[in-house]
């Protein structure tokens, strides 16, 4: 499975972002996709993910101001970030794995190259 992100950049306090991520390969062995973002000197942190059935959870941190969706037919996945702040800056990956328990234990999941998103304040 091969993971390609795009959209990261660089906005103010306050803006937006639509971060998307495209699958390939043997995606019939996915069962759940999601995001991830590290900042520097930081451990990787859960951001959301969606099952195939759409159904998820999204982090408190962002809860409210990120919101994922995907197209199933395609295996993408997108990240809708809003009124970002400063503390949101980080490199965002996408992931993805059979099921979401093996996701949120990122010990065998699929990875993209990672997107960078930078806010200044």
């Known amino acids: 499975v091969q993971l390609v992100e795009s959209g990261g950049g660089s906005v103010e306090t306050g803006g937006s972002l639509r971060l998307s991520c495209v699958a390939s390969g043997s995606i019939d062995s996915i069962g759940c996709m999601g995001w991830f973002r590290q900042a520097p000197g930081k451990d990787r942190e859960f951001i959301s993910f969606?099952?195939?059935?759409?159904?998820?959870t999204t982090a408190n941190a962002v809860k409210g101001r990120f919101t994922i969706s995907q197209d199933k037919a395609n295996k993408s996945l997108y990240l809708q970030m809003s009124s970002l702040k400063p503390e949101d800056a980080a490199t965002y990956f996408c992931?993805?794995?059979?099921?979401?328990?093996?996701?949120?234990?990122?010990?065998?999941?699929?990875w993209g190259q990672g997107t960078q998103v930078a806010v200044s304040s």
């Open positions: 969606v099952r195939d059935d759409g159904t998820g």
């Open positions: 992931a993805a794995a059979s099921n979401c328990g093996r996701l949120l234990r990122q010990t065998d999941n699929y």
